[in-house]
């Protein structure tokens, strides 16, 4: 169960931060902000949803890959995604926009909460409030590496679960994510096939526990 626990914490912390860019960043100052935040802006300003295949590596402190996990995820602002890994074990988490439901499929159970339960001490408590991305982060450009644009962003509040979390930008879009939590683990997510503006029902993201699987919580 750890493994799903750091899986899902990832990939809220994930959402929440997409999501609070695309609300919050527009509140930069052009003439201030250097290119790559401002490139930041425009993208997240315009980017309503996008699909996206993912390879996620977990690091220990020491840089070591404890586990690596692939898939593919769609994402629709505000607040829905679905995460499905493929590999190494069948799992999927969706959030409808008020839940969060993650679908075990080899042990045929259901669990499911609610994101503002999901949001107690994690990055999702962002979503909460209205401040400028400046006031919830240090944002620092850290350049180009291999055709990315990686910027740093490190919380301000002490209560966050992350000490830093970085953020790759490519010509196609978002490239790459990292989280570090403050015992120096590391979830890094590579993305690939990345596409914006995808037309995507909303039914697509209620989610039906199958018939049979056991259903945990009630969101």
């Not at 020491?62 to 898939?71: A, I, K, R, V």
């Amino acid at each position: 169960m750890k493994g799903i626990d750091q899986r899902i914490l990832s990939i809220i912390s994930l959402w929440t931060l997409f999501a609070t860019l695309m609300i919050q960043t527009a509140m930069l100052s052009a003439q201030e902000t250097p290119e790559v935040l401002q490139r930041l802006n425009n993208f997240t300003e315009s980017v309503n949803s996008f699909s996206a295949d993912f390879v996620q590596t977990v690091y220990d402190a020491d840089s070591n890959p404890l586990q690596e996990s692939s898939g593919n995820v769609l994402l629709k602002k505000p607040g829905r995604f679905i995460w499905n890994y493929t590999q190494p074990s069948p799992q999927q988490i969706v959030a409808d926009g008020q839940r969060v439901w993650l679908y075990d499929i080899e042990l045929e159970q259901v669990t499911v909460s609610s994101l503002a339960e999901q949001g107690t001490g994690t990055p999702l408590s962002l979503l909460m409030g209205s401040k400028p991305l400046e006031q919830e982060f240090e944002l620092r450009p850290l350049g180009n590496s291999d055709g990315i644009e990686w910027v740093e962003l490190k919380p301000r509040s002490q209560e966050s679960d992350f000490e830093l979390v970085y953020l790759g930008l490519s010509e196609s879009g978002l490239a790459a994510m990292e989280l570090r939590d403050s015992f120096g683990q590391a979830t890094q997510i590579r993305f690939s096939s990345f596409k914006q503006g995808v037309q995507i029902d909303d039914e697509k993201f209620q989610f039906v526990p199958p018939a049979g699987v056991d259903v945990i919580g009630n969101g």
